[in-house]
């Protein structure tokens, strides 16, 4: 097995494993932005927001949005800086401002003109719009791999952007062989 303070996890999901301890990580897949030896930087990819659409999004940033789009459901990205919009999106799309190309298939944009061209039908062809973001400081998330606490994936957007968010955990577990009912909540080590 790898060493996990010995990689480097940008692009791939972290999918949460049974009895992790973080409820608010309960069942997450995770795609995993940025990941150096100073920390890491993720969006949750399967846990949308009740209530916030596009729609509402964009009302609430005064930008006209299209009755099309307008539907969209916003995703919770991850506990810190909830107010902190982020758009994960497919590689075609980059923004007039700042994209971070991640990958040959993903971009990720925060700034506002993604919301803008997503809400006049001119964004991303696949995105996920999200409030808040998942962080980790200087070897954290390391040290929660090797407690048993994720699992790594490949990333692709097919699971990323065509699976619906209630069946993305088992998919990504999937890639892997692994059956969600076979995993234990309690974890151990040999």
């Given amino acids: 097995m790898p060493d996990p303070f010995d990689m480097d996890l940008t692009g791939m999901l972290l999918v949460a494993m049974p009895g992790m301890g973080d409820p608010r990580f309960d069942r997450s897949v995770i795609f995993v932005c940025a990941h150096s030896k100073d920390g890491a930087m993720g969006l949750i ?4 927001t009740r209530e916030v659409t596009l729609g509402a999004l964009a009302k609430q940033l005064e930008i006209k949005a299209d009755q099309e789009h307008s539907g969209m459901r916003v995703h919770m990205g991850g506990p810190v800086e909830r107010a902190r919009g982020f758009v994960l999106h497919s590689s075609e799309y980059q923004s007039k401002l700042k994209t971070l190309n991640i990958g040959d298939a993903f971009g990720m944009t925060a ?44 990333a692709s957007p097919e699971l990323v952007f065509a699976t619906e968010d209630t069946g993305k955990w088992a998919a990504a577990l999937a890639t892997l062989g692994i059956d969600p009912l076979s995993l234990s909540a309690s974890a151990g080590r040999a």
């Fill in 111 to 154: 700034t506002l003109d993604v919301i803008e061209d997503m809400a006049a039908g001119q964004g991303p062809q696949d995105a996920l719009i999200m409030l808040g973001y998942a962080g980790w400081g200087s070897g954290q998330l390391e040290g929660e791999i090797a407690q048993n606490g994720w699992l790594t994936v490949d």
């Fill in 45 to 48: 990819v399967n846990k949308p």
